[in-house]
C-alpha cells in the first residue's frame, strides 16, 4: 500500500488525482490544505509520497520543506513532487527530498503516472505473517481472546490507513461491521485491554517500550493505536520487524 498526502487547496485537482488512481487500490490519498497542516499530517502519518503545491496560503514550498528536512533519514528521502506555475523560480539544488516538479497546467495522467513511478522505490511494505502477532504477544496479551483479535484487526486497519487514525470512530465501525457486534462493544473491549505500558518491568522490545511510554501515565484507545502503528511503519520501512 502506498499512501500519498496532497498538500494543495485546490479541490478540483485533488479530485482530478483521485480519480486517476482510482482504479489503482494500492493508493490511499489524504489530503490538507494548509502547509501547517501539511507538516503536522507528515510527522504523524509518515506518508512514502508528498505532493506539495506552491499555492500554499500559510507557508512557502521552501518553509514547508525545511521543516520536513530537520532529520538527516528525512533529508535524503527524495519522496516529494511539487505541483508549480509555468512561470515559477526556485532553486532547488538544496532539497534533497525533491524527486520531481511538474508545471501548470498538468497534463492528462502526468502527476499520477510521476506518484506510481516514486512509489517504486517509496512505498509502505506489506505486513508479513506473525508480526502483528508478535508485538501483541510482545505487550502481553492474551492471544486467545477477543481483545486480542479485535486489537490485531485495528493495527492492520490502520497500518494501511493511517488517516483513518484521525477518526477513532472509523476503526471501531470497521471491527464491529467484521464481527457483526455493536460498536460500544468493541470500544468497551478494546478499552479494558490497554494496560499502563509505562511499567519497566514488561518484557517488550526497548524501541517499542520507547514508542509507548506516556510519562507514567496510562494511554488512551486512540494513542495506542497511533503509536503503535507508526513505530510499525517506521520500523517496516527499515526492514522486517524481526
Not at 102 to 130: C, Q, R, W
Not at 204 to 219: E, P, R, S, T
Given at each position: 500500500?502506498?499512501?500519498?498526502?496532497?498538500?494543495?487547496?485546490?479541490?478540483?485537482?485533488?479530485?482530478?488525482?483521485?480519480?486517476?488512481?482510482?482504479?489503482?487500490?494500492?493508493?490511499?490519498?489524504?489530503?490538507?490544505?494548509t502547509g501547517t497542516d501539511t507538516i503536522n499530517t507528515y510527522w504523524k502519518l509518515n506518508p512514502d509520497i508528498?505532493?506539495?503545491?506552491?499555492?500554499?496560503?500559510?507557508?512557502?514550498?521552501?518553509?514547508?520543506?525545511?521543516?520536513?528536512?530537520?532529520?538527516?533519514?528525512?533529508?535524503?528521502?527524495?519522496?516529494?513532487?511539487?505541483?508549480?506555475?509555468?512561470?515559477?523560480?526556485?532553486?532547488?539544488?538544496?532539497?534533497?527530498?525533491?524527486?520531481?516538479?511538474?508545471?501548470?497546467?498538468?497534463?492528462?495522467?502526468?502527476l499520477s503516472n510521476a506518484i506510481k513511478e516514486i512509489a517504486i522505490d517509496y512505498n509502505t511494505p506489506d505486513?508479513?505473517?506473525?508480526?502483528?502477532?508478535?508485538?501483541?504477544?510482545?505487550?502481553?496479551?492474551?492471544?486467545?481472546?477477543?481483545?486480542?483479535?479485535?486489537?490485531?484487526?485495528?493495527?492492520?486497519?490502520?497500518?494501511?490507513?493511517?488517516?483513518?487514525?484521525?477518526?477513532?470512530?472509523?476503526?471501531?465501525?470497521?471491527?464491529?461491521?467484521?464481527?457483526?457486534?455493536?460498536?460500544?462493544?468493541?470500544?468497551?473491549?478494546?478499552?479494558?485491554?490497554?494496560?499502563?505500558?509505562?511499567?519497566?518491568?514488561?518484557?517488550?522490545?526497548?524501541?517499542?517500550?520507547?514508542a509507548l511510554y506516556n510519562n507514567g501515565h496510562k494511554l488512551s484507545l486512540k494513542d495506542f493505536l497511533d503509536?503503535?502503528?507508526?513505530?510499525?511503519?517506521?520500523?517496516?520501512?527499515?526492514?522486517?520487524?524481526?
Amino acid at each position: 500500500m502506498v499512501n500519498v498526502l496532497v498538500g494543495n487547496k485546490n479541490t478540483n485537482e485533488i479530485d482530478i488525482l483521485c480519480r486517476e488512481l482510482a482504479n489503482d487500490k494500492n493508493f490511499e490519498i489524504k489530503s490538507v490544505v494548509t502547509g501547517t497542516d501539511t507538516i503536522n499530517t507528515y510527522w504523524k502519518l509518515n506518508p512514502d509520497i508528498l505532493v506539495l503545491d506552491s499555492e500554499l496560503p500559510d507557508m512557502s514550498i521552501k518553509d514547508v520543506i525545511d521543516r520536513l528536512s530537520c532529520t538527516p533519514i528525512e533529508r535524503k528521502r527524495c519522496n516529494t513532487i511539487l505541483t508549480v506555475p509555468s512561470d515559477y523560480i526556485m532553486r532547488l539544488n538544496n532539497f534533497k527530498k525533491i524527486n520531481e516538479v511538474i508545471y501548470k497546467p498538468i497534463l492528462h495522467n502526468e502527476l499520477s503516472n510521476a506518484i506510481k513511478e516514486i512509489a517504486i522505490d517509496y512505498n509502505t511494505p506489506d505486513l508479513k505473517v506473525g508480526e502483528i502477532d508478535w508485538i501483541l504477544q510482545s505487550l502481553n496479551f492474551n492471544y486467545m481472546s477477543i481483545a486480542y483479535m479485535y486489537m490485531k484487526d485495528a493495527i492492520t486497519y490502520c497500518y494501511y490507513k493511517p488517516y483513518k487514525m484521525e477518526y477513532l470512530k472509523n476503526v471501531l465501525i470497521f471491527i464491529a461491521y467484521k464481527y457483526n457486534v455493536p460498536v460500544s462493544r468493541v470500544r468497551d473491549t478494546l478499552n479494558s485491554s490497554i494496560r499502563p505500558y509505562n511499567n519497566t518491568s514488561l518484557a517488550y522490545a526497548k524501541d517499542l517500550y520507547q514508542a509507548l511510554y506516556n510519562n507514567g501515565h496510562k494511554l488512551s484507545l486512540k494513542d495506542f493505536l497511533d503509536r503503535v502503528v507508526s513505530y510499525l511503519i517506521r520500523v517496516k520501512k527499515k526492514g522486517s520487524l524481526f
